[in-house]
């Protein structure tokens, strides 16, 4: 039996649930942060519409994992980030594309978008047009660097943002090199950045009476964001962090005897004491060097070596028991199969097993965050084939099926 096998298993709800159904997001996005976007959104009842391109789709949906079960490889990516929306494929080249491309746009609340800056001007998209049509209209232009600034058409991936927002430097290795996350860290953040934006603007329109607007999101304002108080300490003191440099002593991961690793975290002065008093250093924490954080942080070579050297000397059972006994904040430092197999996760439902009710094998992913008890949401959709509802749209919007029909033979509309 593996980690997965315990989780639990559920089936697609019968429709959207959750405090934004009835919202309309049409998703001209690609890749990660968008999709990381309307995931939220759709997760909570948001009718998203993922407009790809004929015969292409999203290219998020390329990015495949090698597995023996699967020829093409495991699209985990696509099967999560595109759960709960509906998929529309058209070729934007076609005038008659576009034209039901308008009216999809006239009954929706949100659009989003990651094309260049310029692009959406260029394609007859132009917000201000757009919104002469549908007055209550939210764009939100993803893009690297935003729609204005020297840099503005610069490509803008993620890992780029990753090294010129300073994170990179920040977080450098035990040769002093920089170190991108290997994780999509921009966009993700960006994602959910975006998806509060939208909820902002949208109340705009529905709560005080305003209008639509324009969302201007860039992948590195996010990022600086959370980079912490780094600029402003740079502006009063004229000196940077070094890399590595910690925010509190004593904090970081230690390696257990067994091999494991914990990682602690002494972030005030009472729970520094007392991590001091579980390594048998009681007496020590009233030194002048180490009685303070910023003394702490002054000499955290010597701090870190007390806490390694007591760590290295238990189990990763024996450490998480010992501290814990002595009301330190530590906890373990999981692997996959380990985070997996933890019983809090598992109690949580955090991860499941989505059953989509066609025989294949269940698909892990996280379940839908965050957790709200009145009015929660929930997995409706399935991440869809390329093209999947584009009938179903099409007809919603007024389109006949010998209309439907013309725009497939001429390759304009892509049908699975």
């Known amino acids: 039996m593996t980690p997965t096998d315990e989780l639990p298993t559920v089936a697609l709800l019968g429709g959207p649930t959750g405090p934004l159904q009835g919202l309309r997001v049409v998703d001209l996005s690609r890749l990660v942060a968008g999709n990381m976007l309307t995931l939220q959104l759709g997760d909570f009842g948001a009718d998203v519409i993922k407009v790809e391109a004929a015969g292409a789709g999203d290219t998020l949906r390329e990015w495949r994992e090698a597995h023996p079960d699967y020829p093409q490889g495991f699209d985990g990516w696509w099967r999560v980030y595109g759960r709960n929306k509906r998929s529309l494929a058209l070729n934007l080249r076609d005038p008659q594309a576009m034209e039901w491309l308008h009216k999809l746009l006239s009954t929706a609340h949100v659009m989003v978008e990651s094309f260049r800056p310029g692009k959406l001007e260029e394609m007859g998209l132009d917000p201000i047009q757009l919104q002469k049509v549908n007055p209550r209209l939210v764009v939100v232009r993803l893009s690297g660097w935003g729609q204005s600034g020297p840099s503005r058409e610069l490509p803008g991936f993620g890992s780029l943002i990753e090294g010129f927002c300073g994170y990179a430097h920040k977080h450098r290795d035990s040769n002093g090199n920089p170190v991108l996350p290997n994780l999509a860290l921009a966009d993700m953040v960006t994602g959910l950045t975006g998806a509060f ?39 009063a003191t004229g000196r940077t962090s070094e890399p590595g440099r910690k925010i509190a002593s004593p904090r970081g991961a230690y390696r257990c005897s067994d091999g494991r690793w914990v990682s602690l975290s002494g972030s005030t002065e009472s729970m ?60 373990p430092i999981h692997d996959i199969a380990e985070l997996l197999d933890d019983d809090h996760v598992k109690s949580r439902g955090t991860y499941v097993r989505l059953d989509v009710g066609d025989g294949t094998q269940p698909t892990v992913m996280h379940a839908v965050t965050p957790r709200m008890l009145g009015t929660p949401g929930g997995l409706h959709r399935k991440a869809p084939r390329l093209g999947e509802h584009g009938v179903e749209l099409l007809t919603e919007l007024g389109a006949s099926a010998a209309q439907v029909q013309a725009m497939s033979d001429r390759q304009s509309l892509t049908i699975p």
Not at 202 to 221: C, H, I, K, N, T
């Open 197 to 235: 934006a939208v909820l902002a603007a949208v109340r705009e329109v529905e709560v005080r009476g305003g209008a639509g607007q324009v969302v201007d999101l860039s992948l590195l304002e996010p990022m600086l964001a959370i980079m912490g108080p780094e600029v402003t300490n740079f502006a």
């Open 272 to 331: 520094a004491r007392r991590v001091f008093e579980a390594i048998g250093q009681g007496a020590a924490f009233d030194d002048p060097r180490y009685s303070t954080n910023a003394a702490r942080l002054t000499h955290d070579d010597e701090v870190d070596a007390m806490v390694a050297r007591f760590v290295g000397g238990l189990t990763q059972v024996e450490a998480l028991h010992r501290f814990r006994e002595k009301g330190v904040t530590v906890g």
